[in-house]
């Protein structure tokens, strides 16, 4: 009963889904105690921000139909706050709250307009219309380098303690020493499931229930007398503050913030990849995609070495799973992934759990 | 009497065709209306002027008297006016269930809840339930719109206009395609829609004897122009009608 209060009585409806969930939810939980280093810590919390990230894109695309190139600018906006707030103003808990307000005030009014003045046009032309405000927002961070860093970006200090100074005691728990990162990776995790359950939540109101409606036809869900503009809006509105707010998580995380990290287009790419290994219109599909994306582009290549070097002997084999071709065989593994599960990872769970193959 | 709606003078041209040329008619409240015409007079055309899909090129659409035509579709659906479509016209991949449900929400005004779950409003579900029913659809609730035979999905069309519960009924063909034994659902319904009398009914339908059974006045539309209005029967027997629309019927 409480979890599928919870839940949003949004269950997972597959009982793979629902082991896959756990095991993942479990791996983030236990990254500092059983994957020991930087890398592994820093790849779990990529994974809690994208997850944010792309189920904030879900909404839009899989859930309301509207396909959109400016979430990154939204996620740019958030970790820029952060970013700018905590360089000008000190590493203060008031500057977060400042920067991430701001960014949050600044990303509303930003997708209020976009959404008011151009969701009435064709979806192509929405498209197309996102791709040039990203455009010119990526150019204009890069060029107000007094405020932004410029191409080089901003390197800043966290409040104390979400910092790697910080301790909470002398003696390491289980081997691992108790210090701000991991403070700050918990705080991650935490703000990532419940960004996650707000989500969840949304999408199953009445409200999320009209997004469906409106991606399935639009037209008749205007003579149902819902108002296809205003609904299209909010959505939009939304999925830009929930993409503000991964923003300034990663740049709490990183400590730092420039163009390549937050505003790149491969972001944006990599977004609209995960969503739909992961499954549109799910929300789940964003966990698993997320996931899945982030830990094959950061173990592909020293997985790759380890196999070239296996095969140093075999001539072409060896220069194909060369730790450089690693681009190719990600691109390899994704077009075959989208080949064989057309409804995403959690569509296919779930037809499967439904009894049909 | 002020009429439940009124169309005054509406015209619509696509470029240089007139698809519907200054119609003035009046609708009493609680009657029902047949629209006759052969395929291409502009009935389908004329709805969408009323329902707001479409925007007149010229002339007033009044409901209750007040003057409507500068509303949206779905400023016209909150202010009374309910439309079934002649090609259907569903939410494809929802259940049948929800495609009802969604019409009981909007008619309750919850689209914009966002933070309860959309389960939890248990009398919008329950009403859903009631509309199914009444569809004789109940059996079918969980499956996909798009998985129904045809003549499901005419029935479905028709139940979630009945969802919306309208002061105006508009049907656009609502048996058309449907098997012999599924027509009498929908005929049912629509019988026992204007018994109540509190209703206004439209209904463009090409059946003469549904029509003659059914309408407490026909209006007859040729290439877009209103060419007869009055009582069933002496609409059926003037020659207009005979020669512009029961000729191509009889030549079938």
New interface residues.
């Given amino acids: 009963m409480i979890f599928n ?1 919870l839940f ?2 949004d269950l997972p409806r597959s009982r793979v889904l629902l082991m896959v969930l756990v095991a993942i939810l479990a791996g983030l939980l236990l990254t500092p105690f059983v994957f020991p280093g930087a890398k592994a810590l820093n790849v779990a919390a990529k994974i809690c921000i994208f997850i944010v990230l792309v189920a904030s894109f879900d909404l839009l695309l899989g859930y309301t139909g509207i396909v959109s190139f400016a979430h990154t600018m939204f996620f740019g906006i958030g970790a820029y706050g952060v970013a700018i707030a905590l360089t000008r103003l000190g590493p203060t808990w008031t500057a977060v709250a400042v920067g991430v307000g701001a960014a949050v005030l600044l990303s509303l009014v930003l997708s209020m307009v976009i959404g008011l003045f151009s969701l009435r046009v064709k979806a192509m032309f929405y498209a197309m219309i996102t791709l040039a405000v990203a455009t010119a927002f990526q150019t204009l961070a890069s060029q107000l380098s007094e405020f932004t860093g410029g191409e080089d970006g901003l390197t800043f200090k966290v409040p104390e303690l979400l910092s790697p100074a910080f301790s909470l005691s002398e003696q390491p728990f289980l081997g691992v020493s108790l210090d701000g990162r991991l403070i700050a990776f918990y705080l991650l995790l935490a703000i990532t499931v419940a960004l996650f359950l707000i989500l969840l ?2 999408v ?7 997004l ?2 409106i991606r ?2 639009a ?10 503009v ?2 299209r809006t ?1 959505s939009n509105v ?1 999925s830009a503050v929930f993409a503000t707010l991964a923003g300034a998580l990663l740049a709490l995380w990183l400590r730092y913030n420039g163009p390549d990290t937050s505003l790149s287009f491969e972001i944006m790419i990599d977004i609209l990849l995960m969503v739909v290994i992961g499954g549109m219109g799910t929300l789940y599909g964003s966990v698993i995609g997320a996931t899945l994306f982030i830990i094959v582009q950061n173990y592909l290549q020293d997985l790759m070495r380890f196999a070239s070097e296996g095969v140093s002997k075999v001539p072409f084999l060896r220069d194909l799973l060369h730790p450089d071709r690693w681009l190719l065989w990600l691109g390899i593994l994704f077009v075959l992934s989208v080949y064989r599960f057309p409804t995403g990872i959690v569509g296919k769970l779930r037809s499967k759990a439904r009894g049909y193959s | 009497m002020t009429f439940a709606l009124e169309t005054q003078d509406l015209t619509i041209r696509f470029g240089g065709h007139v698809a519907v040329n200054a119609v003035s008619c009046g609708f009493a409240p609680g009657t029902l209306t047949a629209i006759v015409g052969p395929n291409g007079a502009g009935k389908t055309t004329y709805f969408n002027l009323i329902s707001g899909q479409l925007k007149a090129s010229a002339g007033r659409v009044l409901l209750q008297g007040a003057d409507i035509s500068a509303c949206s579709a779905p400023q016209r659906s909150h202010r009374g006016i309910g439309r079934a479509f002649q090609l259907t016209n569903l939410f494809p991949n929802l259940s049948v269930l929800e495609n009802i449900r969604l019409a009981v929400q909007s008619r309750a005004g919850l689209g914009l809840n966002l933070w309860s779950v959309w389960s939890s409003h248990r009398e919008l579900i329950a009403r859903a339930e009631e509309v199914l029913e009444a569809v004789a659809l109940t059996a079918k609730r969980d499956l996909a719109a798009a998985a129904l035979p045809h003549g499901d999905q005419r029935k479905l069309e028709v139940g979630i206009l009945m969802a919306l519960e309208p002061d105006v009924f508009m049907f656009d063909e609502p048996t058309a395609g449907m098997s012999v034994d599924e027509v009498p659902v929908i005929l049912d319904l629509i019988r026992a829609l204007k018994a109540r009398r509190d209703k206004t009914i439209l209904l463009v339908e090409h059946k003469m004897d549904v029509v003659r059974e059914l309408a407490d006045r026909i209006i007859v539309l040729h290439n877009g122009a209103l060419v007869a209005e009055g009582e069933p029967a002496e609409v059926i027997a003037s020659p207009i009608v005979q020669e512009a629309y029961l000729g191509i019927e009889v030549a079938k």
């Fill in positions: 209060r949003s009585g939540r949304i199953n109101s009445p409200f999320g229930r009209v469906q409606a399935e036809n037209f008749r869900a205007e003579a149902l007398g819902y108002q296809t205003v609904y909010w939304l």
